[in-house]
């Protein structure tokens, strides 16, 4: 397909879920409980279904043909700011999340730590926005984006304004990551119209960051640009302890950007890796990123509570998580016996596990073979594949990492394009509807993968025969 015909389709794919979010997007009082089938029977539900489907296909469809060959940087920006366009008017596509934060900033402001009440201890005067699950649990969100959204609602004053803020927050974002990115690119040998094309317009990103307003936009946006300014300038201790610095703010808008911290570390290093190298500009990252994360914290008036705040995502249970999927497969095949069992907290705890002897693993492995920007793409891939939710915006933070570091696009390209169908335009997922057959599928594509890891290494391992014909 020819580049401009992508642009051009692509935008009519953005125009198209716009037009679904204003028919039946994640509106402040629509049905907290709906289903695909009432939807369907629902005021226009069949026209919602249908542009919210066509629409998807077209971005989706758009982005995939160029996610080789994008002609140029700025053809590639200009492409993707005509995309984001019509989402910035729109009401929050595939998401209710906005309002979540719009209730977490206004128990902030009035003096609430929403780390150890639920947003209905206020009340939130805009409490019937948000699914009743998510009423009383404690906010998942790092201290700087708890502030940020008390500021927000405190100058907006009303859920429209607040929402409207939330998602210059995510333009914000993005922006830092177009900046960043083709820095980041260049250092890795990757060339940066692909990355950017790739990273910014995949479907995720119109619909998830800009439409739904998600805070993943500003995470990401301050997580590629610290890489980037340790990448640019390795071995100075200013520009290490700025990279450290906005690692850290990262990290306290969402605890897992700190997952790459220890990455950031290795590629901080001028020279071959020692100990003594690791310490000496390493230091710097590491150091620069947990005292970050903590003179926020203490800053705000908070504590720690947005650690045990991540314990929530277990309340989701969505085929689409691994770990979750093995359990819900787990149980299935023990009724058949006539068993009834909960696998869950088994089959999440032993994720838990190997997420942690993976990213350790991992370390190990760049520091042996180098390349520690694409082995922070793998450790932020591992901790989205094993972890007990998984909402379709949380690929964008392995995606955004691995398109400026990794050779082969195809494996992570295609989670990123299933991944956009997996909510509906008010924000009803999928997965939740498709328990059968998506667990048992997605524990069969885990043993697969496993299979096929565990022959790598052992083919890895063996060693290179001699030639035998040689003299």
């Not at 995949?202 to 640009?225: E, F, K, Q, T, W």
């Not at 990252?285 to 995502?313: H, K, M, N, P, R």
């Not at 696998?343 to 032993?350: E, N």
Request: hydrophobic content about 55%.
């Amino acid at each position: 397909m020819p580049h401009h015909l992508s642009r051009w389709i692509g935008l009519a794919g953005s125009v198209l879920l716009a037009v679904a979010a204003y028919l039946g997007g994640a509106l402040p009082h629509g049905d907290l409980r709906p289903t695909p089938v009432s939807i369907w029977q629902g005021p226009n539900g069949p026209l919602i279904i249908g542009l919210w489907l066509v629409g998807t296909a077209l971005l989706a469809g758009a982005w995939w043909s160029l996610r080789d060959r994008a002609p140029s940087t700025r053809w590639v920006l200009v492409t993707v700011a005509l995309w984001l366009l019509p989402m910035l008017f729109t009401p929050p596509l595939g998401s209710r999340d906005a309002y979540a934060y719009a209730c977490q900033g206004a128990s902030y402001s009035a003096g609430i730590n929403p780390y150890e009440q639920g947003v209905s201890a206020l009340p939130c005067p805009w409490l019937d926005t948000i699914s009743y699950i998510w009423r009383d649990t404690p906010a998942p969100y790092g201290p700087l984006f708890v502030v940020l959204s008390g500021a927000v609602v405190s100058a907006a004053g009303s859920l429209a304004g607040s929402v409207a803020l939330f998602r210059l927050l995510a333009v914000a974002g993005v922006g830092l990551t177009a900046w960043a990115l083709p820095v980041l690119a260049r250092r890795c040998g990757v060339p940066p119209q692909r990355a950017l094309w790739l990273a910014l317009a995949c479907p995720l990103v119109p619909v998830h960051l800009i439409s739904g307003a998600h805070n993943d936009a500003l995470m990401v946006g301050l997580l590629i640009a610290g890489l980037a300014v340790v990448a640019a300038r390795p071995g100075r201790p200013l520009p290490l302890l700025a990279g450290g610095v906005l690692l850290g703010l990262a990290a306290a808008v969402k605890v897992t950007a700190l997952v790459v911290v220890p990455f950031a570390a290795l590629a901080a290093i001028v020279g071959p890796y020692r100990i003594r190298a690791l310490v000496r500009d390493g230091a710097w990252v590491v150091g620069a990123a947990v005292a970050t994360v903590v003179a926020v914290t203490l800053a705000a008036g908070l504590d720690f509570g947005f650690i045990s705040g991540l314990e929530q995502g277990g309340l989701v249970v969505a085929w689409t998580s691994p770990p979750t999927a093995v359990g819900q497969s787990a149980g299935y095949v023990a009724a058949l016996f006539g068993a009834h069992i909960d696998a869950l907290p088994v089959t999440r705890g032993i994720a838990v596990v190997v997420l942690v002897a993976v990213l350790v693993w991992l370390w190990f492995r760049a520091l042996r073979r180098g390349e520690p920007f694409w082995h922070a793409g793998l450790a932020l891939t591992a901790t989205v594949a094993l972890s007990p939710l998984f909402h379709p915006w949380y690929w964008i933070w392995p995606l955004t990492v691995l398109a400026a570091t990794a050779r082969r696009t195809r494996w992570f390209a295609l989670v990123a394009l299933v991944s956009a169908f997996l909510v509906l335009a008010d924000g009803t997922g999928l997965p939740r509807w498709s328990k059968m057959p998506g667990a048992p599928l997605m524990t069969l594509l885990v043993i697969v993968v496993v299979v096929r890891l565990v022959r790598s290494a052992r083919a890895a391992r063996r060693p290179v025969p001699a030639d035998r014909g040689a003299d």
